[in-house]
């Protein structure tokens, strides 16, 4: 890839730049939160929307000289609501949150007075940090509580969610994981939240691609509100999405601008009108699908050689191998896989005993390697490798042939042709 003007204005990031795009190349990237983005996201991305001030929506800015960036903005919108609509059920998008955390604030502060009462997945149980974690703004600003998964079959149970919801009695219910490898019952969390007389969110940040081939139930129509991150199984930019009931769309758009943001990265707002262009295309049917039969696959595979995987398997993207009852912990494998060419993350599983900087889980996930043409055989050739791996960290000159192999496999499955071809 060519960045000449970095290459001679500023040596010392572009050499970080060249060494970043070499790794995603030579690597085996299995983060189930990361995908590669097409050369056209890339390029918006990289565009002088950059420079332009924006507060407010399309026709109703603070600033002068947006009506291109406007139309991008629409065109951003248009497409969203495209990708996600169900049928009978009008919604809204705001394209402007910067991130995942930002999309969940900004409906906390549409839907909550502080102080309120939110139900949200465990952290370590797969739920995310701005579900009511202590240590995130959103366990501070309202009084959080949390279900946990099944501790006998490692799934979300609803009578567990339903019997927590009774007792602590939210105002919002949230829904949504960032380590969860089973269907999210939208509908059944519907009817607990009704039962309680509480607002239901669903952050799909990790399953929004797809959601939006079908491959996993719609939120819609049970949701009031739902976000998402653009970046994930969606594969676009890096950024957030909220939409949510129509009527429900001002506070959220009053809430993400003044509420939460300033000024909308409208080079991102451009990058994900891209990709959602790229989503509603037939092709990215087939690489959902691709997505879950990878990950299918690999979870069987990792299970015949002898792997615990948390809820014995994964129906979407990503699967949890669960560490507890072996020597090596999630961090200790993390760091051996790594050294075997393979990027993985360590994870807290149920029942968690080691600290959160340990854990004693690895959550892998299919949607980057899917991204760069890898099937079937070769999600059962990695599953292998990380059986190898996990099974022998400290046996240097196994890691550095699995290493080898897993360069020679990239090798042949390029990212970014021209960034190969240096
Ligand atoms: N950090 C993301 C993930 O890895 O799942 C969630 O925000």
């Known amino acids: 890839m060519n960045f000449p003007h970095i290459q001679s204005t500023d040596p010392a990031v572009f050499a970080s730049i060249q060494n970043e795009i070499r790794r995603q190349q030579d690597d085996l990237e299995l983060i189930a939160s990361e995908n590669y983005t097409s050369r056209a996201v890339m390029e918006a991305m990289g565009s002088a929307l950059t420079n332009k001030y924006a507060e407010g929506l399309p026709k109703r800015r603070y600033y002068g000289g947006c009506e291109h960036v406007d139309v991008v903005e629409n065109i951003a919108r248009k497409r969203a609501r495209q990708l996600f609509m169900v049928e009978g059920c009008d919604i809204g998008v705001n394209v402007q949150p910067h991130a995942g955390a930002q999309a969940n604030s900004a409906v906390y502060l549409a839907a909550l007075e502080a102080g309120d009462t939110i139900l949200g997945l465990d952290l370590s149980h797969g739920g995310h940090?701005?579900?009511?974690?202590?240590?995130?703004s959103s366990g501070k600003l309202y009084s959080a509580s949390h279900y946990q998964l099944s501790p006998t079959t490692g799934r979300i149970d609803m009578d567990m969610v339903r019997q927590q919801a009774l007792k602590t009695r939210p105002k919002l219910i949230v829904c949504g994981a960032s380590a969860y490898p089973r269907i999210i019952d939208f509908a059944a969390f519907r009817s607990v939240a009704d039962e309680v007389g509480a607002l239901l969110l669903a952050?799909?940040?990790?399953?929004?691609?797809?959601?939006?081939?079908?491959?996993?139930?719609?939120?819609?129509?049970?949701?009031?509100?739902?976000?998402?991150?653009?970046?994930?199984?969606?594969?676009?930019?890096?950024?957030?999405?909220?939409?949510?009931?129509?009527?429900?769309?001002?506070?959220?758009?009053?809430?993400?601008?003044?509420?939460?943001?300033?000024?909308?990265?409208?080079?991102?707002i451009a990058a994900k009108a891209v990709a959602f262009g790229e989503a509603l295309q037939p092709?990215?049917?087939?690489?959902?699908?691709?997505?879950?039969?990878?990950?299918?696959?690999?979870?069987?595979?990792?299970?015949?050689?002898?792997?615990?995987?948390?809820?014995?398997?994964?129906?979407?993207?990503?699967m949890l191998i669960d560490l507890s009852e072996r020597d090596i912990s999630g961090k200790e494998g993390e760091a051996a896989l790594g050294r075997a060419g393979i990027t993985t993350n360590k994870n807290t599983v149920?029942?968690?005993?080691?600290?959160?900087?340990?854990?004693?889980?690895?959550?892998?996930?299919?949607?980057?390697?899917?991204?760069?043409?890898?099937?079937?055989?070769?999600?059962?050739q990695v599953a292998d490798y990380i059986v190898d791996v996990l099974e022998n960290p400290a046996d240097e000159s196994l890691l550095a042939r699995i290493k080898g192999e897993i360069h020679a496999l990239c090798g042949r499955h390029p990212v970014y042709p021209e960034a190969a071809q240096r």
């Open 129 to 136: 940090l701005t579900h009511g974690s202590p240590v995130n």
């Open 203 to 268: 952050d799909i940040a990790h399953i929004a691609g797809l959601v939006v081939t079908g491959h996993h139930p719609s939120p819609f129509p049970h949701c009031h509100y739902v976000t998402t991150t653009t970046h994930k199984t969606l594969r676009g930019p890096r950024g957030g999405l909220i939409m949510a009931q129509r009527a429900l769309m001002k506070g959220v758009n009053g809430a993400v601008f003044p509420g939460t943001q300033g000024g909308p990265l409208m080079h991102v």
């Open 283 to 318: 092709s990215f049917t087939d690489y959902s699908a691709a997505v879950i039969e990878n990950a299918s696959a690999m979870a069987e595979r990792l299970m015949e050689r002898g792997m615990s995987l948390v809820s014995g398997g994964t129906d979407n993207h990503l």
């Open 350 to 380: 149920p029942g968690e005993k080691r600290s959160p900087f340990v854990t004693s889980g690895i959550r892998v996930g299919t949607p980057a390697m899917t991204t760069r043409g890898m099937g079937v055989s070769e999600s059962k």
